[in-house]
């Protein structure tokens, strides 16, 4: 069965950071793209950054870029998200799914780790 176990949000000052991760089970992770998303209430999930392999392509979403940097540890079946200079427009839900093009498991999101950026 897919699972993914979101965590490492909290509560931070504007400016602050963060490293989320996501431990990924139930598929063989080193065959997918692994990529974060978030959402805020009211409104869908949108797609935050995303990576191919170790050392291999990332894409990160405009407002996020020169900020966030995600990583992955295939022996591990980690995905992790380091979040620099965080402001309130970070705030939501994080969570963490396969593919790059498509989202390969999506009736199988996790719980999500809450992200809330506020002084």
């Known amino acids: 069965q897919v699972q993914f176990v979101e965590s490492g949000g909290g509560l931070v000052q504007p400016g602050g950071s963060l490293r989320l991760s996501c431990v990924a089970s139930g598929f063989t992770f080193r065959n997918y793209a692994m990529a974060w998303y978030r959402q805020v209430p009211g409104k869908g999930r949108v797609l935050v950054a995303r990576i191919t392999d170790p050392n291999g392509r990332t894409d990160y979403a405009d407002s996020v870029k020169g900020r966030f940097t995600i990583s992955r540890d295939n022996t591990k079946n980690t995905v992790y998200l380091q979040m620099n200079s965080l402001n309130p427009d970070d705030t939501a839900v994080y969570y963490c799914?396969?593919?790059?093009?498509?989202?390969?498991?999506?009736?199988?999101w996790g719980q999500g780790t809450q992200v809330t950026v506020s002084s």
């Open positions: 799914n396969a593919g790059w093009y498509q989202i390969e498991f999506g009736n199988n």
